[in-house]
């Protein structure tokens, strides 16, 4: 099954295709216009997703015709986020994930993770 949802897209499927089985956990997908190794520079997790430690399953795969990579992430099966996150999340951890993903996808895109009130001045772009 897969549905967009608040720029994201959400991908479920069990964790063996072939199983049969349940799926074990929803994953939580964005498409970013760079190739895999800038996504997951030297395999290391952007860091808006390695704040979430072990918790989280990532995967990455080439983006349909050639656009870029799908960076994909889901809370592992009865895994707890750590610290703040579980916090933040309360009764929705999906959210947490869904934006580590924007994160990521903001920073690999633009340098930055995106702020709707930051300033001109604040990014340093007023003349």
Same mark, same amino acid.
């Given at each position: 099954m *897969? @549905? $967009? =949802?608040a720029g994201a897209r959400r991908r479920v499927h069990p964790a063996d295709?072939?199983?049969g089985a349940p799926p074990a956990g929803g994953w939580e997908? !964005? /498409? &970013?216009?760079r190739p895999p190794n800038e996504v997951l520079p030297g395999g290391r997790r952007p860091e808006p997703l390695r704040q979430l430690g072990r918790a &989280?399953? !990532?995967d990455v795969w080439p983006a349909p015709a050639g $656009?870029? /990579?799908e960076l994909a992430a889901r809370i592992r099966p009865g895994a707890t *986020?750590?610290?703040l996150a579980a916090h933040v999340a309360g009764d929705h951890p999906d959210r947490v994930v869904r934006t580590a *993903? $924007? #994160? @990521?996808? #903001? =920073?690999a895109e633009t340098g930055e993770v995106l702020r709707a009130d930051r300033s001109p001045i604040d990014r340093g772009l007023a003349g």
């Open positions: *897969l @549905a $967009r =949802l295709p072939h199983s997908v !964005v /498409t &970013i216009n &989280i399953q !990532v $656009r870029g /990579t *986020l750590p610290g *993903l $924007r #994160q @990521a996808k #903001q =920073l």
